[in-house]
Nanobody, 123 residues
Framework: QLQLVESGGGAVQPGGSLKLSCAAS????????MAWFRQVPGKEREGVSW????????LYADSVKGRFTISRDNAKDTLYLQMNSLKPEDTAMYYC????????????????WGQGTQVTVSS
């Protein structure tokens, strides 16, 4: 069973940057699209960004477009999320997920999830 482990979260001031990583326990490049979601307490988990198996196609939520960049290194079985110009409203637990297809913002289309890494943006 595929296991995903996120890292790279932390506390940062508004305007700062963080880079999240998601390490997979086995090869994901030929099988899975990958995505980042985030969740704050009391709210539903929301899709942040998605990347195709090859890495050639990416999608972003409007709230992060132009500030976040998703990428993957299939040779290292690792997914990344570069987050720049962070805002307090980006504060959340960030999760990576692996799936086969369907609407990228729908949680039900992802078979595997990581445990999450906390991002806190505050002055």
């Amino acid at each position: 069973q595929l296991q995903l482990v996120e890292s790279g979260g932390g506390a940062v001031q508004p305007g700062g940057s963080l880079k999240l990583s998601c390490a997979a326990s086995e090869s994901t490049g030929s099988d899975y699209h990958m995505a980042w979601f985030r969740q704050v307490p009391g709210k539903e988990r929301e899709g942040v960004s998605w990347i195709s198996r090859s890495g050639q196609t990416t999608l972003y939520a409007d709230s992060v477009k132009g500030r976040f960049t998703i990428s993957r290194d299939n040779a290292k079985d690792t997914l990344y999320l570069q987050m720049n110009s962070l805002k307090p409203e980006d504060t959340a637990m960030y999760y990576c997920a692996a799936g086969y297809g369907g609407s990228w913002k729908s949680e039900s289309n992802y078979k595997y999830w990581g445990q999450g890494t906390q991002v806190t943006v505050s002055s």
